[in-house]
């Protein structure tokens, strides 16, 4: 029985899970203060997302727009993230967790320079660099925000070095994209219905069991007079 449920709970998520890929929609970052407030340099529009809804398949696709090699390590990149902007009104978690989430691509392995102990990327190229796990996700929890009003925002940060003449810059150059999530209709929270709990008599006092007992005696000894006397 336990599998069953398992097994209905997965097939049930699979059917919900929406593909953040598919919501990368190019836009201009002046389009929404929030691309400057994390200082976006390439942005996208996530659509509309609501209460319960889970954006998976995510994968970020890196483009050398220069015309020098793009150098590349590992132990500089941070994973992406998601920003609330909802505040108390939103609150989003990774599924089934946020533990081993993202991993890099084969495409992306295969840049790797042995020469440069890094990963490079050429002028004009693109990579598709990492992307989260099959049936790993964000998951939209809680959403009371109005609608069309900001809920998330997917940062996504590569951290880069050109090659100039056969030579790596020391500078570190980031490159921040950001998929902005809006409300959907939003989920009222239920009014709370409080109902007055029933008046509990207070237990009787033991003068009151004392006389109760002593009527009891009483009431006994005359019927049992009553009894003698009718014998």
Request: include cysteine; glycine fraction near 4%.
């Amino acid at each position: 029985m336990k599998t069953n449920k398992l097994l209905i709970g997965s097939i049930i998520f699979w059917l919900t899970l929406q593909s953040a890929t598919a919501a990368y929609n190019t836009v201009e970052c002046n389009s929404d203060p929030v691309f400057a407030q994390n200082t976006c340099k390439q942005c996208f529009d996530g659509w509309e997302r609501w209460q319960g809804e889970a954006i998976g398949f995510i994968n970020d696709i890196f483009i050398n727009k220069t015309t020098n090699p793009k150098l590349i390590y590992k132990e500089e990149q941070t994973w992406p993230s998601m920003i609330n902007l909802g505040w108390d009104k939103v609150t989003w978690s990774q599924t089934p967790s946020s533990e081993n989430f993202w991993e890099y691509t084969k495409d992306f392995e295969a840049t790797f320079s042995s020469g440069q102990e890094a990963y490079v990327i050429d002028p004009s190229k693109q990579v598709n660099r990492i992307e989260s796990k099959i049936w790993y996700a964000y998951k939209l929890d809680k959403n009371t925000v109005a609608k069309w009003q900001n809920v998330g925002l997917l940062l996504f940060s590569v951290m880069t070095h050109d090659i100039v003449n056969n030579e790596v810059s020391i500078d570190q150059i980031e490159h921040r994209e950001c998929v902005l999530f809006k409300s959907g209709v939003p989920v009222t929270p239920a009014q709370l219905v409080v109902e007055s709990a029933p008046v509990k008599k207070l237990p009787q006092t033991w003068p009151e069991h004392i006389l109760l007992v002593l009527i009891a005696l009483l009431l006994g000894l005359g019927l049992f007079g009553l009894k003698r006397k009718n014998s």
